[in-house]
């Protein structure tokens, strides 16, 4: 949606500094959904099929992915700060 913006040249350098933090959160999230990749099935509504590895999935993204959601969310935040 960025891409699609258009400015006039007296906003030119606001124009790129929004390019720049929209890739920057774009990169991040990318990132971390590729990391999370794998959780995202048992962590869904409907499940991946399996309660034992849905309730397995659930306990290792407590314990090891969901403290570095704030994180993530802070780096986001600064991106779009």
């Not at 007296?10 to 920057?24: G, H, I, M, T, V």
């Not at 704030?70 to 779009?80: D, I, P, S, W, Y």
């Amino acid at each position: 949606m960025v891409e699609s913006l258009r400015f006039g040249e007296c906003k030119e350098a606001q124009f790129d500094a929004l390019k720049s933090a929209a890739a920057q959160c774009q990169s991040t999230i990318g990132h971390f959904l590729a990391k999370i990749r794998k959780y995202q099935p048992s962590l869904n509504a409907q499940g991946s099929g399996s309660k034992v590895k849905d309730n397995i999935r659930k306990i290792q993204w407590v314990l090891c992915e969901k403290p570095n959601l704030e994180a993530f969310k802070a780096v986001v935040r600064g991106h779009a700060g």
